[in-house]
């Protein structure tokens, strides 16, 4: 259990810097105030926290798609990177769907999952964003799929 703890602190501390180490030009969320709270290398998985701001709501009241695309991208793309060993890939599609109304305040936790590395050309990684004091309390979910392209 111990080896296990090792691993997957440095599984996070992979993730982690792998998400950091993006230019925030270009990735918008490494200027969000998400903290990465779990790393599992054996089910390829993190899971990050953020505090919902009235600005992440949308006039629905539900997550702003453009905030869960965001940090869906953002957070499965270092993901799927980390769990390929540092390859990257190309985004063919994500998906976003906000699900339920959030009020301001709200802690989430956002579970990212990743497939297995064998699943190559085209790793896959979904995202699940619920009420940090209730994991089946589903506000929003992502869809994404990568390519990794022909080694040259």
């Known amino acids: 259990m111990c080896i296990g703890y090792r691993m ?13 180490n993006k230019d925030s030009v270009y990735y918008y969320t490494a200027e969000l105030e998400t ?25 629905a009241g539900v997550l702003d798609e453009g905030l869960v695309s965001t940090i869906a991208d953002f957070w499965t793309s270092a993901l799927i990177t980390a769990v390929n060993g540092g390859r ?6 994500l998906n976003v ?9 709200t802690k989430i936790h956002v579970i990212c999952s990743a497939t297995a590395p064998d699943s190559r050309p085209m790793p896959f990684a979904t995202a699940r964003f619920v009420s940090a004091a209730d994991y089946d309390d589903v506000l929003a979910v992502a869809t994404h799929t990568k390519f990794f392209k022909a080694a040259t």
């Open 97 to 105: 769907q906000a699900l339920k109304p959030v009020s301001p305040g």
């Open 8 to 20: 997957d602190e440095e599984f996070r501390r992979l993730v982690d810097t792998t998400a950091r």
């Open 35 to 59: 903290h990465l709270v779990e790393a599992s290398a054996a089910n390829r998985s993190v899971t990050v926290e953020l505090t919902i701001q009235d600005t992440d709501i949308g006039p």
């Open 88 to 93: 990257g890939a190309l985004t063919t599609t």
